[in-house]
């Protein structure tokens, strides 16, 4: 079974920008959340989305965004991009409905912003 | 203070040596513990998986949760050069709550040949 895929891999973006990742879950989970990386405060939880509909919102501003498509798909976008906004953002899906369950994550969008 | 505390490192072994990492945390709703291991420039990987207080065992790995103490550890027997990674712990609250996880900041291994 095909694991968690997310791209692009890699992004260079300018101040002031904005992006879209996309993640596509392992066949069968409906749950995909998502996190952001960085150096000085680790994994940090952005949101998560179920059956199209955001479950759980992180502690982040309303720049950071995500959706869910019907086929479980999801996307993030940030808008207005900063510095601080360089990290390593990363998918992970998992099978749970309820919650609790394993979460298997992808490799990653490292995003650069200059 | 992070609701889930973990050393950061680096740990440094011999290879074949017994490597114990451990997490404590604040939050007494967290029910569902896991390890990942995470190689430079890599996603995290599930380790292992455990649903509240006692041991588990997977291969060279044994994981063990002590909620009356608000700490788990993973233990890896018989550590290899390819065991060099990042480790972290997470953890999730009670079911239906949703899968969001909290995560410690994770302990770099390093294992010598």
């Known amino acids: 079974k095909a694991g968690v895929t997310q791209t692009p891999r890699y992004l260079i973006k300018t101040r002031g920008q904005q992006v879209t990742l996309s993640c596509s879950p392992i066949s069968g989970h409906r749950s995909v959340s998502w996190y952001q990386q960085t150096p000085g405060q680790g994994l940090q939880f952005l949101f998560e989305?179920?059956?199209?509909?955001?479950?759980n919102k992180g502690n982040f501003p309303g720049r950071f965004s995500g959706r869910q498509f019907s086929n479980s798909r999801s996307e993030m976008n940030v808008s207005t991009l900063e510095l601080g906004d360089s990290a390593l953002y990363l998918c992970a899906s998992s099978l749970s409905v309820t919650g609790g369950g394993e979460q298997y994550f992808g490799p990653g969008t490292r995003l650069t912003v200059t | 203070q992070k609701e889930v505390e973990q050393d950061p490192g680096p740990l440094s072994v011999p290879e074949g040596a017994i490597v114990s990492l451990n997490c404590t945390y604040s939050n007494s709703a967290f029910q569902y513990f896991m390890w990942y291991r995470q190689y430079s420039r890599k996603g995290p990987e599930l380790l292992m998986y455990t649903y509240s207080s006692g041991n588990k065992e997977d291969g060279r790995f044994t994981a063990q949760v002590d909620k009356s103490s608000k700490y788990i550890s993973l233990f890896i027997r018989d550590s290899q050069p390819s065991d060099s990674a990042t480790y972290l712990c997470?953890?999730?609250?009670?079911?239906?709550?949703?899968?969001?996880?909290?995560f410690g900041g994770g302990t770099r291994l390093m294992v010598k040949p």
């Open positions: 989305y179920f059956s199209e509909t955001q479950r």
């Open positions: 997470a953890m999730s609250a009670r079911r239906n709550a949703g899968n969001m996880l909290t």
